[in-house]
């Protein structure tokens, strides 16, 4: 009797889990396979995270967002480079600037959110304006999303959206490379840059519509670390576009441009034809140097007149390119 008593303990012994081992589909189990980075992702993606947008509004999330949307090109050019994707990007008729965002779902723009777009999606988090957005916060969150707002008036903010967008996808090290390669193109700049700084009028442009490009303008930004001088950098701005002035016929003349560059979201043969037009009903602008010289330039939509985001560096080489073609010729 004794035999079989001793030989059921042992067996029952034997079928009970180890002394501190946790059985298998327990909670402690669970976690401790997530804390091993048990399945791909499994701990990194409950990481939390918090981050300070450019409203200075504190936006926290309690994992890492997955399914990010944005309203312009440039933050989805950062998200794509820091090795992010999109499930709803802005709608455009441009070119698209990256190419594999191309199925992605469109959403609308910082002016015009399509608000059952995003609710479909259901993004972690939208990629918005500030502050054009402020506005659609109260509507985002209503929908379980959660909007992060940046802007892009200087090569300084697209770099402080490079930083801010790779602490929201965790990715600090490729945010550095990035920003550690635009800094060493601008020190490169400075090296490069014409001895005596070509006067530039930058021109924004729709069909009717031109306004002067002030240096507080991301396209003033990039042509003042380019090098040039711009021409309209103390004309007084534009209350309804504050990075612009009105036109001032009078100070373009006296400034004597020697290059005029125009941006636009239009079409550009068609902005470009209207301008030239404009200017020749005024038999004064035939006097610049840069209508005389046929240097009235359409920038590519792309790298001007909106936010090129990581192609900031593209945008720098063509505004040098330009103005040291400029020099050369004179």
């Known amino acids: 009797m004794k035999k079989y008593v001793f030989l059921f303990t042992m067996l029952a012994l034997l079928g009970a889990p180890a002394c501190g081992q946790t059985a298998p589909g327990t909670a402690e189990s669970t976690k401790s396979a997530a804390a091993a980075g048990a399945g791909p992702g499994a701990s990194f993606a409950m990481q ?24 312009g090109n440039g933050e989805m050019d950062i998200i794509y480079a820091l090795g992010g994707t999109l ?7 441009a070119p698209l600037p990256v190419p594999e965002a191309k199925a992605v779902e469109q959403i609308g723009s910082v002016h015009g959110l399509d608000l ?5 999606l259901s993004p972690d ?6 502050p054009t957005n402020m506005k659609d916060i109260a509507s985002i969150e209503s929908l379980g999303s959660k909007l992060v707002l940046t802007n892009a008036d200087s090569i300084g903010d697209i770099k402080r959206q490079i ?4 602490q929201l996808l965790q990715k600090n090290d490729k945010a550095k490379e990035w920003l ?27 069909p009717g519509t031109y306004m002067a490009a002030l240096n507080s303008s991301l396209s003033g930004s990039i042509l003042t670390a380019a090098g040039g001088e711009n021409i309209a950098s103390d004309y007084p701005k534009l209350d309804s576009y504050p990075q612009y002035a009105q036109l001032n016929t009078e100070k373009i ?6 290059i005029i560059l125009i941006m636009t979201h239009g079409n550009p043969a068609q902005v470009k034809d209207g301008f030239l037009k404009e200017m020749q009903q005024n038999a004064a602008w035939n ?12 920038l590519p939509s792309d790298l001007f007149g909106t936010n090129p985001g990581t192609k900031i560096i593209e945008a720098l080489d063509l505004m040098n390119k330009l103005l040291l073609s400029v020099k050369s010729a004179t």
């Not at 003349?253 to 020697?258: A, D, I």
């Open 48 to 71: 939390s995270v918090s981050i300070t947008d450019f409203a200075g509004r504190q936006v926290a999330f309690d994992h890492i967002p997955g399914k990010i949307a944005a309203l």
């Open 87 to 93: 499930v709803g990007r802005p709608a455009s008729a």
């Open 116 to 120: 059952e777009k995003v609710a479909y």
């Open 125 to 130: 988090v939208v990629l918005g304006n500030n």
């Open 163 to 166: 930083e801010l967008l790779g």
């Open 180 to 206: 550690d390669t635009i800094d060493r193109k601008l020190n490169e700049l400075k090296t490069s840059q014409p001895a005596e700084k070509p006067r530039v009028l930058m021109v924004y442009g729709a």
């Open 253 to 258: 003349m006296k400034s004597n441009p020697q």
């Open 287 to 298: 006097s610049l140097d840069a209508v005389k010289n046929n240097r009235v330039e359409v």
